[in-house]
Nanobody, 123 residues
Framework: QEHFVESGGGLVQPGGSLTLSCAAS????????VRWFRQAPGKEREGVSC??????YYEASVKGRFTISRDNAKNTVYLQMNTLKPEDTATYYC??????????????????WGQGTLVTVSS
């Protein structure tokens, strides 16, 4: 079954940086809009960023700090996270609805969530 594998999370101090990877398995992710979500304890899953062929999206709280990119030859999407804050602590997931647009979507309509990768920002 088509799915993504997330990696790159870990423990980092406030102000630090991490790069997350999202590798597509079983299909070619190029031309699909790929999205990063995160879920903190006690909170709903929320959209963080998205990349399509012609656009990118960032949630307001991460704009200017996070950068999304993709390497189609490696079938992988990345999320570079800089100046991390404690409120960024969450499990990060990537997903696609197999559409080509970064227009907002309800994450409850997405399926086949992976295990995610945990990011902990703490001193």
């Amino acid at each position: 079954q088509e799915h993504f594998v997330e990696s790159g999370g870990g423990l980092v101090q406030p102000g630090g940086s991490l790069t997350l990877s999202c590798a597509a398995s079983g299909f070619a992710s190029d031309h699909f809009a790929v999205r990063w979500f995160r879920q903190a304890p006690g909170k709903e899953r929320e959209g963080v960023s998205c990349i399509s062929d012609d656009n990118t999206y960032y949630e307001a709280s991460v704009k200017g700090r996070f950068t999304i990119s993709r390497d189609n030859a490696k079938n992988t999407v990345y999320l570079q996270m800089n100046t991390l804050k404690p409120e960024d602590t969450a499990t990060y997931y990537c997903a696609t609805d197999f559409g080509m647009s970064c227009a907002p979507i309800d994450p409850t309509y997405l399926e086949n969530w992976g295990q995610g990768t945990l990011v902990t920002v703490s001193s």
